[in-house]
């Protein structure tokens, strides 16, 4: 089962996290860009968002400045976390060029605090789950746009909880992280980014 695990931890490494929230925004919710547009958009976060970060910790490794690519210990995390930090501030000042894409960027605005929470709490030895929070920021994301776009997306998040189950006890069946760590990642992820697109909403 332990296969399994590592498996769920790789394909939903927080570094994918970003891109599979715009998919889903693409696929779910209303927005004006033609087909192109959205594939050109894409294309541009999966490179700045996805490969950018998986070249970094690739020479990160190479330098033995950290183990793998789960980045375990704490010191391991300050220079992924502050470049990924200053990734999702760069994405979220190239989609505000987008002027019909709001959405998107307040999402990069929320990744942007949730990456600076978890470097600000690294700085305090706490190694909060960056796998917990990352799915947690992708559910309230969809929690809020649900709200706002008045759509009944009951399947989908509780989907998405079912997911984020499974994550969760593959972090915790790894012993990546405590209990603490993991559901204190979720919550923080769930609750930063709705209260994100609140607070843009009034």
Known sequence: MMWFYKLISYLFHPVFLPFYGAVLYFNVFPHSENPYQVQQILIYIFLGTVLLPILFLSVLK?????????????????????????ISFLASKFLSTYRMLPDLTIMFIGITFIALIAYVLISFRFRISLHAISIGGVIGVILALSKIYNMNLILLISILFMLAGIILTARLSLKAHSNLEVYLGFLVGIFLQYGIFFYYSI
């Open 62 to 86: 190479y330098f033995k400045l950290t183990q793998n690519f789960q980045i375990p210990s704490v010191n391991e995390r300050r220079l992924p976390l502050l470049f990924f930090l200053l």
